[in-house]
């Protein structure tokens, strides 16, 4: 089965290079269908993360936005299999609402991916 896998050797910035066997930029269904241009999360050894993407929309519909980008701020924990990312709450759990935490799979220690509604997303560490 190989060497397990340690906590520092998941620390680095992965980078989104294809969903379902596409090669970024692919068009996904988020429910509406949006070009993924990049997806790069950066994992520290402190336990914090950085979450970078864009997306466009894939055909102009009335009412929503043709572009999602954004940087998210995020917290990450190890268990040895995957890597659960997670939206901070300062003040703790109860204080703030955030979205479901990602979880991506650690296949070895260069491979991270994310079995989500809209494929598998499949990220590789750049350094």
Known sequence: CGDPIAPEDVVGTYVLTRVDGREVPAVVALPTR???????????AD??????????????????????????DLVHEFDGRQVM????????????????????RALGASVLWNEAASGVWEYRRVR
């Open 34 to 44: 949006y070009q993924v241009v990049y997806d790069t999360i950066d994992l520290r």
């Open 47 to 72: 336990g914090t993360a950085r979450r970078t993407y864009r997306a466009l929309l894939a055909q102009p519909t009335l009412g929503l936005p043709a572009e999602l980008a954004g940087t998210d």
């Open 85 to 104: 990312l997670h939206w901070p709450c300062p003040a703790g759990p109860l204080s703030c609402w955030s979205p479901e935490p990602i979880a991506l």
